[in-house]
């Protein structure tokens, strides 16, 4: 997994890039108007083990789903408040486990409740760092939504 956690280091820019372009209008209409969204953070080693597809066709229409690369997936839920967003990447997850059982992946979430509106470049790090503690720790299959502490 270190190798894994290396590869997300080392790209991690061109990722906060990707997902900073993709997430503009989640994050202006935080700015503007307040409206919360979550990211949620998806590593799967075996890049066929999981239908990305059929995944995509079980999020809501306000979602968006990003490829950084063929193992490292992002989802960006709109409109999920404090309270629930945990809730939904359990879904997220419920429907990974159901899409193939015999798959292993690592999952993150965070929620923009947590950082001021212009503050995504710290959101998106945060979220990076739950899933690298979820891939130092083995969490397999069990979504990190906050700093993991042994």
């Not at 890039?17 to 799967?44: D, H, N, P, Q, T």
């Not at 891939?135 to 979504?143: A, F, G, R, Y």
Request: charged content about 30%; some cysteine.
């Amino acid at each position: 997994m270190l190798q894994v956690i290396a590869e997300i280091r080392k790209n991690e820019h061109q990722y906060m890039e990707v997902l900073k372009e993709e997430g503009k209008e989640f994050f202006y209409r935080k700015e503007r108007y307040g409206s919360e969204f979550s990211f949620i953070a998806i590593y799967c080693e075996c890049k066929i083990a999981i239908d990305f597809n059929e995944l995509k066709k079980r999020l809501r229409s306000t979602d968006k789903f990003i490829t950084l690369n063929d193992k490292l997936h992002c989802i960006i839920q709109d409109s999920v408040d404090e309270e629930h967003y945990i809730k939904a990447a359990e879904n997220i997850n419920y429907n990974l486990l159901h899409l193939n059982s015999n798959n292993d992946y690592y999952i993150s979430t965070i929620h923009s409740k947590e950082y001021e509106a212009k503050d995504y470049a710290n959101m998106i790090y945060e979220l990076f760092c739950r899933l690298e503690d979820a891939l130092e720790n083995n969490l397999k299959n069990i979504v990190v939504y906050q700093d993991f502490v042994i």
